[in-house]
């Protein structure tokens, strides 16, 4: 009897132990599965880094030295020893990085949507791809009308003399490789990628997940045919996510394009750029945008350098700038201004009205949520620079700006 007992026993043990082991590899399996899941979109978010004819003219800039692009003036990234307080501070710090309410959204006024007008016109870079399709409808208002609608973050509408350039656009919840994993916006975007009007060209100043987004680029590809131009290198990304090469325009910093009338200028930034380990495998950059008689600047991502006054001395004065002024930390001076120097940027551009950009859409920095906007409206009334602080969807005519009515305050 006792022998069948403890065999009974030995038996019961062993089963237990196998449906353990099959509980385990269960759990395992549905994590694996489960994570499987959640990065699914992942390899294709990550692009694709140049290659052929198009690594052959990134290795020819002479912004490219020892396999990476370089910044006009010496830059680090991170500084040395302070990753750790950085990451610190990003996850554990008390700065108050969400608003305290709703951030108000406005529609932007009516468009006539995609569809209704005749179709938009890429050109001939200096050294780029050719000539695309007729141009586009004029936007509505006089010839000389210069307006801005910004819908959050870097992405903003420029209506400059009846013609209309997106840039950096970001229609994502998230701005990261995956849409399960990564910042969420903290207000929605003011209008819908297919109730955009007609555009003249798309503008992205590099390849950071919070200025170029794969599902917003397959949605442009397909819902307009104006042309993407962007820094060099870029558009290898853009190819790996379908769009047409005819529809691709690349510069290097000095090179220029003209679209529907205007001219495109790429100009330098000091930041860098890499969507995965590789980096600075493309160029980053600013833009000027150029018509007949109205001048734009947009900053893109940069920390603060003597750039902007040869800017301003060859391309100014501009009647607006957009200024990146948000998502800086002292563990990463040289990439990121404060509000303090994208005032200092904007004067030795020789700007007009100064619009802020990036900022209270994304949490990307150690830095309270209204930190930026009050510290750049204080330096502005020093320095006496005009500002508008638009909602995100608003229209800023330039040359009648809203005035700056503190609409943050109450949730910073």
Same mark, same amino acid.
């Given at each position: ?20 082991? @099959? ?10 599965a ?8 992942v390899? *294709?978010?990550?692009?694709?880094? %140049? ?29 040395? /020893? ?13 700065? &108050?990085?969400? &608003?305290? /309410?709703?951030?108000?959204v ?5 468009? %006539? ?5 005749t179709?938009?016109a ?12 007729p ?5 509505? /208002? ?5 307006? *801005? ?31 399960r ?42 819902t ?28 290097? @910093? ?32 600013? @833009? ?13 991502d ?7 006054a040869?800017? /301003? ?5 501009f009647?607006?700038t ?13 990439v ?27 949490n ?15 330096e502005?009334a ?5 500002l508008?602080? %638009? ?22």
């Open positions: 009897m006792r022998a069948g007992s403890a065999r009974r026993d030995t038996e019961l043990t062993a089963a237990r132990a196998r449906r353990r082991r @099959w509980t385990r590899a269960a759990v395992a399996l549905t994590a694996f489960a994570a499987a899941w959640a990065v699914r979109d390899p *294709v978010a990550l692009g694709r880094q %140049p290659r052929g004819a198009r690594a052959d003219r990134v290795r020819r800039s002479p912004q490219f030295h020892a396999g990476a692009f370089r910044n006009p003036v010496t830059t680090r990234t991170l500084l040395p /020893g302070s990753g750790r307080d950085a990451l610190w501070e990003l996850f554990f710090g008390r700065q &108050p990085r969400r &608003p305290t /309410g709703t951030i108000p406005l529609a932007p006024d009516a468009a %006539p949507p995609v569809g209704r007008e179709a938009p890429a050109g001939r870079a200096a050294g780029g791809p050719g000539a695309g399709p141009p586009v409808a004029p936007a509505p /208002g006089p010839a000389s009308q210069l307006d *801005v609608i910004w819908y959050g973050h870097a992405s903003a509408l420029l209506e400059i003399e009846g013609r209309r350039i997106l840039v950096d656009p970001v229609w994502s919840e998230r701005c990261s490789p995956s849409a994993i990564g910042p969420r916006r903290l207000h929605p975007v003011p209008v819908p990628l297919d109730r955009l009007p007609r555009l003249d060209a798309v503008l992205i100043s590099h390849d950071h997940y919070d200025h170029l987004d794969t599902a917003t680029v397959r949605a442009l590809r397909r307009q045919s104006a042309p993407f131009v962007v820094p060099l290198g870029v558009g290898a990304h853009l190819e790996r996510w379908g769009v047409p090469p005819e529809r691709i325009v690349e510069l290097d @910093w000095a090179e220029r394009v003209s679209v529907a009338g205007l001219e495109i200028v790429a100009t330098p930034a000091r930041h860098f750029s890499g969507r995965v380990f590789a980096r600075d495998r493309s160029l980053w950059g600013s @833009w000027v945008v150029t018509g007949r008689r109205r001048r734009v600047f947009c900053s893109g940069s920390g603060f350098f003597d750039g902007y040869t800017i /301003g001395a060859e391309y100014g004065p009647d607006v957009l200024i990146q002024i948000g998502a800086y930390s002292a563990a990463w001076p040289n990121h201004m404060v509000p303090e120097e994208a005032v200092a940027a904007h004067l030795d551009l020789r700007g007009g009205l100064l619009i802020p950009v990036h900022w209270a859409t994304f990307l920095a150690p830095h309270g949520w209204a930190d930026p906007v009050d510290r750049l409206c204080r502005a020093v320095r006496d620079v005009r508008a602080v %638009p909602r995100p969807g608003e229209r800023v005519v330039v040359d009648r700006p809203p005035a700056v009515d503190g609409w943050w305050r109450s949730l910073g």
